[in-house]
Each structure stands twice: as C-alpha cells, then as structure tokens.
T-cell receptor, first 114, second 113 residues
Framework: AQSVTQLGSHVSVSEGALVLLRCNYS??????LFWYVQYPNQGLQLLLK??????LVKGINGFEAEFKKSETSFHLTKPSAHMSDAAEYFC????????????FGSGTQLTVLP | DVKVTQSSRYLVKRTGEKVFLECVQD?????MFWYRQDPGLGLRLIYF???????EKGDIPEGYSVSREKKERFSLILESASTNQTSMYLC????????????FGDGTRLSIL
C-alpha cells in the first residue's frame, strides 16, 4: 500500500529564508508525486508534479522539488520565503494503473515571520 | 486552465435534510472525486467516478451517495444530514491517466445545525 509522510505539521521561517517542506513516500511501484498548496478557505492548487521525467521539478511561485528514489523523498523547497507563501502544503502520491485517488500526506502549515 | 466549479462556497442546513453539493468541470475529464477535509484528519475520499453513471466508494462513503448523469457534473448527496457531516467538501477532476494531477474546486464549507 502506498503512503505519504510529511514531517512537521507546522513549519515557521523568516521572510527571505529558505523554505524546506519534507515529504517521504512509500510505494511498491514507481510513483507519481505532487505538491499542492491550500490558502485559507480555498481548494487545493497544484504547485508541481513529478511523473518520471526530470528528477528536479520546478513549479509555480518559485517552488521546486527533487525526487530522490534512494531516499524515497520528494521535498519541496523555495530559496527565499515570502509572506504570501503562508499556507498549508500537501504532498500526494499516485501510481501507474491507479484509477483512484491520490494518497495525501497530512499537510504542513507554513508560517512566514516578518 | 482547468476549471472546477462547486455550486456553493458556504452552506448551512439542518439535521435530517437531504443536501446536494454540485460540482462541474470544463475539461472533459473522465475522473471526478469528492473529498472531505477536517482538521487533524486531512483529506479523505468519499466517492469517485471514472465515467458517466459509474462510481466507486472511497474511504468514508457512509451517509453519502453520488450521481454522475453527465460527464461534466458530479453531485454529492447527503441523504439525511447529521452534525458530524459538518466539514469542508472538495471536488476534484482528473484526466484519464494517473500521472495527471487532480484539479480542485474552491470547496464548500457545509454546516449542519
């Protein structure tokens, strides 16, 4: 069975500092991996996706993530945090042949301090 | 851009009422999903549909049903609303392949009084 673990339910960074949100997956087959962002009282917006092409994936709003098979990780980073990055972030996994749902991590709330 | 539209952003209903949540997508996607989101419990799949009139139960289908009469529309039905169904409900759609992302609507915050 596939699962996703997001380490740290709450992360705080200062404005201008590096953002690092961690995601580890468990899957017996090659995964497809996604990062979503959710602002208060809104739906989820796709930040980026890994679908077995380049291992370093660039997304919107300056975010990127690197797929590391040996570490079963797909951590999300941004070099310099902005106040507008404050939101909840979800990592999700699916795999080939699955018509079904994404498996979501429990989410990480990012706070950006002035 | 994919657009997934949920009919209501906020809804207040009473216990025992039959409640309909509507979702429409404009990208001719085969797959559509209903989730509920609760603090501390994350996103949980209620039902999904992979074609017109086809549906499958997700992780928490009890107390809910769904309808997909047209490809673009997927409805979630609370047969007899209860207070424990107060939640944020999110609809999503996706194309035919599992390497494609799901696209979400803005959500419906439902309160059952």
């Amino acid at each position: 069975a596939q699962s996703v673990t997001q380490l740290g339910s709450h992360v705080s960074v200062s404005e201008g500092a590096l953002v690092l949100l961690r995601c580890n997956y468990s899957s017996s087959v090659p995964p497809y991996l996604f990062w979503y962002v959710q602002y208060p009282n809104q739906g989820l917006q796709l930040l980026l996706k890994y679908t077995s092409a380049a291992t370093l994936v660039k997304g919107i709003n300056g975010f990127e993530a690197e797929f590391k098979k040996s570490e079963t990780s797909f951590h999300l980073t941004k070099p310099s945090a902005h106040m507008s990055d404050a939101a909840e972030y979800f990592c999700a996994v699916s795999y080939s042949g699955s018509a079904r749902q994404l498996t979501f991590g429990s989410g990480t709330q990012l706070t950006v301090l002035p | 851009d994919v657009k997934v539209t949920q009919s209501s952003r906020y809804l207040v209903k009473r216990t025992g009422e039959k409640v309909f949540l509507e979702c429409v997508q404009d990208m001719d996607h085969e797959n559509m999903f209903w989730y509920r989101q609760d603090p501390g419990l994350g996103l949980r799949l209620i039902y999904f549909s992979y074609d017109v009139k086809m549906k499958e139960k997700g992780d928490i289908p009890e107390g809910y049903s769904v309808s997909r009469e047209k490809k673009e529309r997927f409805s979630l039905i609370l047969e007899s609303a209860s207070t424990n169904q107060t939640s944020m409900y999110l609809c999503a759609s996706r194309g035919a392949y599992s390497n494609q992302p799901q696209h979400f609507g803005d959500g419906t915050r439902l309160s059952i009084l």
